[in-house]
């Protein structure tokens, strides 16, 4: 599975932004999925993840409440809504495909490409 995150951008704290996923090769729907941040000088950390069938979602506390993941294998797409942003959410976030949910640590199956979060105080 090939995945490229897109989305990232500059936004003041208590504003929004959407990421996308896009994920092609082997079929999507094999695949629960999630997100990670990984901000410079820290460790990476697990932020959502979603099971295969969508039906159920998991959160790290940081962000329950705030970020919202979803999926349309029609559309082989992943996406994290992040609301109401705090400067500590800036970081280069990562999708990541695993047969297991949720995948919270340890290195997925499939990492993708990130995009940049920056968050202005």
């Known amino acids: 599975v090939q995945l490229q995150a897109s989305g990232g951008g500059l936004v003041q704290a208590g504003g929004s932004l959407r990421l996308s996923c896009a994920a092609s090769?082997?079929?999507?729907?094999?695949?629960?999925m999630a997100w990670f941040r990984q901000a410079p000088g820290k460790e990476r950390e697990f932020v959502a993840a979603?099971?295969?069938?969508?039906?159920?979602?998991y959160y790290a506390d940081s962000v329950n409440g705030r970020f919202t993941i979803s999926r349309d294998d029609a559309k082989n797409m992943v996406y994290l809504q992040m609301n109401s942003l705090k400067p500590e959410d800036t970081a280069v976030y990562h999708c990541?495909?695993?047969?297991?949910?949720?995948?919270?640590?340890?290195?997925?199956?499939?990492w993708g490409q990130g995009t940049q979060v920056t968050v202005s105080s």
């Open positions: 990541a495909a695993d047969r297991n949910y949720p995948k919270v640590s340890g290195e997925p199956d499939y």
């Open positions: 090769g082997r079929p999507f729907g094999n695949y629960a």
């Open positions: 979603i099971s295969r069938s969508g039906g159920s979602a």
